[in-house]
């Protein structure tokens, strides 16, 4: 009895945790892509090009609304952030 209680508790915990995590990518996806954004001012012609194709195809990622989708649009704007990022510390 206890056990079958146990388990029903686990597995309701693990159905409502999984939405939250999607949202939490979505979330961070948004806040990504506002970065990037705000980011495209501070780049030269050929870095805002690569950056809008980076930010494209998070776009389109998250517009599929799954939650794979959601993980790569992270993928891709996180990945986007760190090149800036690598940008600014490598001197060109």
Known sequence: ???SVLLGLFVS?????APAFASAEKDLCAINLQSLNSAK??????????LE???QQ???AADRNTNDSARECVAITSRALQEIQSSHKSPQ
């Open 1 to 3: 009895m206890n056990r």
């Open 13 to 17: 915990a693990c159905v409502l945790a």
């Open 41 to 50: 001012t501070q780049l030269d012609a050929n870095q805002q090009a690569n």
């Open 53 to 55: 194709t980076s930010i």
């Open 58 to 60: 998070a776009k389109a």
